[in-house]
Every structure is written in C-alpha cells, then in structure tokens.
C-alpha cells in the first residue's frame, strides 16, 4: 500500500466514512506496519482538531470581504455625519409628519420635489426556480459534487486494495 | 465578485444580445398542414397550401399557436383603448389600482414644467414601462386634469392610445372563427405560446413589469384552458420553453441573474406542470435543474418526442479571455434518457456557415430530422441534424425579416422571399414561399402562395 492509499484510508476511518470490511483490512495493515501508527495517530489528532474548530453541526461563516469592510465603513462615517444633525433631522420629520396627516385627511396628493416615486406592484407570489437555477451554480453544489467524487474515487481504490488484501491474505492461508 | 468575472459576463451578456433580435412567428401551419394562420397588428386570416386567404377573422391578432386537434388556436389579440373609462373597464383591479397610483404620484411632483416628454415623467418612475405610461397619461387627462398644467396636458394631444393584450382560445372549422373569452390580461405583449400535448394548459411568456427590487422581467405563465386558472411560473427565464412529449413538463431556461439581461448564466430546468389527466397540478413541485449554460432572453428550448432537448447557447469553456468568446452560438441537444450528456449539434466544421444566422430561432422540422434557421435579414438555411450539413434555400437578403421560417409538412418549408416583377422585371414583391423535399432528398424549387393576396393581406405579414 502507498502512503497516498493510506493516509487516504486513515482519513476516511478518522471521519467515520470507511465500511467496517475495510476497518478491519487497515486494522490488520497496521499491525503489520507499526511504523506507520504515528501517521495514523497524527491523522486521526488532525481530523479531531478540526471537528471541535469547525462544529460540523453549524453553518460555517465565512470571514467578511474587504469590500464589505469597506462599505461599512463608509456607512458608519455618514452615520456619524447622519447623527450630527440627527436633531434637526428629527424636527423636520415630526414636521412633515404633521402635514403629510393632515393631507390625508383632505385625500389630495401633496406637492413633493421626491425624484421616484414608490410603488410596489402586487403581484402573485411565485414559487419559481430562482433557488434550482441559482443552485445549480452554487459553491455549496460544486463541494457536493467535489466529495461525492472523492468518495467514489476512494471506494474504487479501496475495493482494488481490498481486492489486493484478499489475495494476500489468501496467498498466506488466513482465508 | 471579482472585477474580471464581472467584465467577461458583461462581454458575454453583450455578445448574447447581439446575436439576437426579435423575430416574430406570423405564420403558423396547423398539424395535419391544411391550414395556416397569418397575425400580425391588422388581424388573423387562415390560408390553405394553395394560397385561397380567408377574410379577416379577428382584429388585432397577434400570435397563434394551433392545438393539436387542428381546430383551437391559442390567440393573442390587443386592444386599443383611448379613455379612462375604457382602461377602467378593460384592465385588471391591480392594473387600475397601478395606474391610479402612479398618476396621483405624478399629481404630487411639483416641477411638471418638462413633462410633455415622456422620458421625462418616467424618469420618475423607475417601474413603468412607456407602454403602461399611456394609461397613466389617459387618467390624468381624463379624471385629474385640474391637478396639472394645462400646456403640458395639451401637448399630449388627443391620441393617447394605450394597448391591452389579451390570451384567448379561438376555433376555426375551415370556414368561420370563434374567439372565446379572455383568460388573461397585461399591458405586455406574449412572446412565445406552446399548448400541452392533450391541449388542456396553454404555457406562455410575457414580460413582467417589475418593482424597484427587481426590475421589468421576462415571466413563464400556465393558463389552464378548461378551469381558466392563470398561474404564473416564473421570472426571469427564456422567452421560448417547451413541453415534454406527454405534455406534463415543462422545459425553459431561467437566469440566475436579478433580471433577465444581467447575467449571461442561467440553468436549463423542468418542472412538472400537469398531471396524467394533462390538468394543471393545484400544487406545483419544485423545478430540477438539468444543464449550466449560457443563456439570454431569447435562448430558445424545444423538446424532441423522443425525449431529447434541443437548446441554443454559446460554446465557452471557462475560465476565458474577452478574445476567446465565440462569435457565434451553437445548437446542443441533452439526452435525458441515456447517459446524461450535452453534444452539439453544429459540427465545427460547419459552424463557420452559421454566421450572421440567428440560432435563437430555429425551429424544428415536424419528423425532427431538419431544423430551419433564419439570420436578421430574411436569409434561410437548413440543417439536417443526422450528418450536420447545412444547405441554404435562400441566400439573397431580404431586409427585415417579419416572420422565422416554419413547416408546413416535415418536409416542406414556408418561409418569405423577395421575387422580383413588374414589366421591367425592375420590382420585387415580397411572397410567402413554400418549399419542399423531392423523393431523391433535393430539395424542389420554391412555390409563391401570396401572389394574389390583395393589399390588406398582405400588409398582415410581407408589407
């Protein structure tokens, strides 16, 4: 066995993904091979480590672009700007308050210099495939895909192994 | 997202645009080829494979789409409406309600001075379209005059005309035409219409007029012919989806984008519509993705009985340079039923002869043995899909083009050609052609159909 199959095999028994068939072949290899038990205990260290870090059971964040350090950055130096004046602001808001009731109660438009005006149209809710289609692309489905052939690849290679194992086993009359 | 990925996308949505134009379908053969119905602004006329044109059946028809029963049409017909009052009791209550608000907004804004401009009042309003414009103009002039200045409303004139489109269900027996009633209603034109196999739901697309959020889009609509339930699908996919061979799923392309234009990436997805019984489902699953592809408004999908999927798109592999993104788009076809794959259909060899041609509109031949093409300027060719050779059946341009070439039969095409007339031989006329394949596969010279269609026909599809 190479040390690529290997560390391959120890990791996957580390991370509870190899079949107990082959639990007991790499068993069997590593006591044949006590060399390799310092890669074994180094691997399965590794994986525990990285377990308690990462909390499989929470979504793992990823840390902020500094484009969107950047961004609220710039909101919190116009909300200091924004909080200079917040006084006055809130003076000129009860103020329109005031008059934009009182030209509801008359049921005319008032004169406004708004440059959009806001309408939101009522339509349907649609249950469309903006999810699928958008999925489809996602990092969350390449990693999927990525694993999922991984793990493919490593049970190929493990039935080879085994395969192999077999055939040793057989050749020394333990089968 | 990196600066690079958003210039390539940028590159690449431009470059699906412009690679496509509007293309109407003015033509359309009924599936036995006996009948085929013209549309356009003026009206709807039948015509048979001789030529006898029926009179004008419907006024303002715009698009057809026969049933397979050879008898129904799914029809797009419009209004012209010219007053508050008949926009009141001709659109929607969410039409109306839009409009009344939009006009009472407009009555608020204080500086009106520029408004006899209509770019100038929509500067104001991000989420109507200049269509939807005219009914706002017709409430304020109508019912809210005093509110605005006097000049501006003049210079609007008398002729403010807003058009409301309309999907109805239309029976033709070969001599008389019934419209039945609408089922339903937008200020947006439909651009694409296909009828299930058991001709219970009618799926079309539309534009959608968006919200500040999310912008105009394209939207997917099911309307349940028997129920006259209308349910819309989708936003932001491709103008031209297609049903499965059962008539149960449907099969478009939908953007991943914010709207339809802002992202050259999209997703071929199907999604269960009807039931065995080909009803509308009251419950609708969610749709499966099937393909990553490049994709713009008008990435055109249509299924083969057999199961396959013929769809456009562009050839890229990814990552790519603004240089290596290809000048034209391809044809590819996903054989769900085998091993899942995506082949081309257009050799490379023979890809260099689809240039200027709009591979967004082709159409496929009723055996799926053949697929037409047209290019922006009347030109046809044809592309056997068995041994990807193409041959041009018409390589004179000419000029706009009014509608993409249809079949009739599965081997005769009908499309629009320039010949030319008068003493001198110095006029062309433009004629609705047919052409067909001869026993020993040449293809037969082309037969005129129009030759003696008066004025007012003609101008529904040549003029």
Excluded at chain 2, 76 to 98: C, G, H, I
Excluded at chain 2, 161 to 172: N, Q, V
Excluded at chain 2, 217 to 236: I, P, Y
Aim: aromatic letters at 8%; hydrophobic letters at 35%; charged letters at 25%.
């Amino acid at each position: 066995m190479n040390r690529d199959l290997l560390e391959q095999l120890l990791m996957d028994q580390a991370l509870n993904e190899l079949s107990p068939e082959s639990t007991a072949l790499l068993d069997a290899y590593l006591g044949d091979h006590p060399e390799m038990h310092s890669l074994a205990d180094s691997i399965r260290e590794t994986v525990a480590i990285g377990e308690r870090a990462v909390h499989a059971e929470l979504p793992t964040r990823l840390p902020p672009l500094p484009k969107e350090k950047l961004f609220s950055h710039k909101r919190t130096a116009r909300w200091s700007m924004t909080a200079r004046w917040g006084s006055v602001a809130a003076s000129l808001i009860i103020g329109f308050g005031l008059g934009i009731s009182a030209t509801l109660l008359q049921n005319k438009p008032s004169q406004t210099d708004s440059d959009t005006i806001a309408y939101h149209v009522q339509s349907q809710p649609v249950s469309g495939g903006l999810e699928t289609a958008r999925a489809f692309w996602s990092s969350q489905t390449y990693m999927d895909r990525y694993q999922k052939n991984r793990k493919d690849r490593t049970q190929r290679n493990e039935n080879t192994e085994l395969q192999k194992q077999i055939q040793q086993f057989k050749k020394r009359g333990l089968l | 997202m990196n600066k690079k990925f958003i210039v390539i996308s940028t590159i690449i949505a431009g470059v699906c645009l412009f690679l496509v134009g509007c293309h109407p379908k003015t033509i359309t053969w009924s599936p036995d080829g006996q009948w085929a119905a013209f549309c356009n602004d003026y009206g709807l006329y039948f015509t048979d494979g001789q030529g006898e044109i029926s009179s004008r059946m419907a006024e303002k028809a715009y698009r057809a789409e026969w049933f397979s029963d050879g008898k129904r049409l799914a029809i797009e017909q419009f209004v012209t409406l010219t007053s508050w009052q008949q926009v009141q009791n001709t659109v929607s209550e969410d039409y109306r309600d839009k409009f009344i608000q939009c006009a009472e907004g407009l009555l608020a804004v204080k500086n009106k001075r520029d408004w006899d401009e209509k770019t100038n009042m929509l500067e104001h309003m991000n989420f109507l379209d200049e269509d939807e414009l005219d009914a706002v103009q017709l409430y304020i002039r109508d019912m809210a005059s005093g509110g605005f200045p006097k000049d501006v409303i003049a210079s609007w004139g008398d002729s403010i005309e807003f058009d409301y489109h309309f999907l109805r269900i239309g029976t033709w027996d070969g001599a008389t035409f019934t419209m039945g009633e609408p089922l339903w209603g937008s200020p947006e034109r439909i651009w694409d219409m296909r009828i299930s196999a058991k001709g219970h739901v009618v799926a079309f697309t539309s534009a959608f007029p968006g919200d500040f959020d999310e912008g105009t889009s394209s939207s997917l609509w099911a309307a349940d012919v028997e129920t006259k339930e209308v349910v819309l699908l989708d936003k932001n996919s491709s103008l031209y989806p297609d049903w499965d061979a059962a008539g149960t799923r449907l099969f478009y392309v939908r953007s991943i984008g914010k709207e339809s234009s802002d992202n050259p990436l999209g997703t071929l997805l199907s999604r269960q519509i009807c039931g065995q019984d080909g009803n509308l489902l009251s419950d609708l699953p969610e749709p499966q993705s099937l393909a990553g592809l490049v994709a713009g408004e008008f990435t055109k999908v249509r299924c083969l009985p057999d199961g396959r999927i013929v769809f456009s798109s562009m050839e890229v592999t990814l990552p790519v340079i603004g240089k290596d993104i290809p000048e034209q788009k391809q044809l590819f076809v996903l054989d769900l039923q085998r091993q899942s794959t995506i082949t081309r259909l257009i050799p490379r060899s023979e890809q260099s002869k689809t240039e200027g041609y709009s591979l967004d509109h082709f159409e496929i031949s009723p055996d799926q043995k053949q697929i037409s093409i047209p290019d922006d300027e009347g030109r046809v060719m044809v592309l056997t899909i068995a041994t990807g050779e193409f041959v041009v059946l018409q390589a004179q341009k000419v000029g706009d083009i009014r509608t993409v070439p249809v079949w009739r039969y599965p081997d005769e095409l009908c499309y629009i050609d320039e010949l030319k007339g008068g003493l001198l031989g110095d006029k062309t006329r433009k004629e609705i052609m047919l052409r067909k394949v001869t026993p020993d596969g040449e293809w037969s010279d082309p037969r005129a159909i129009s030759k003696d269609w008066s004025k007012e026909v003609r101008q529904v599809v040549l003029d």
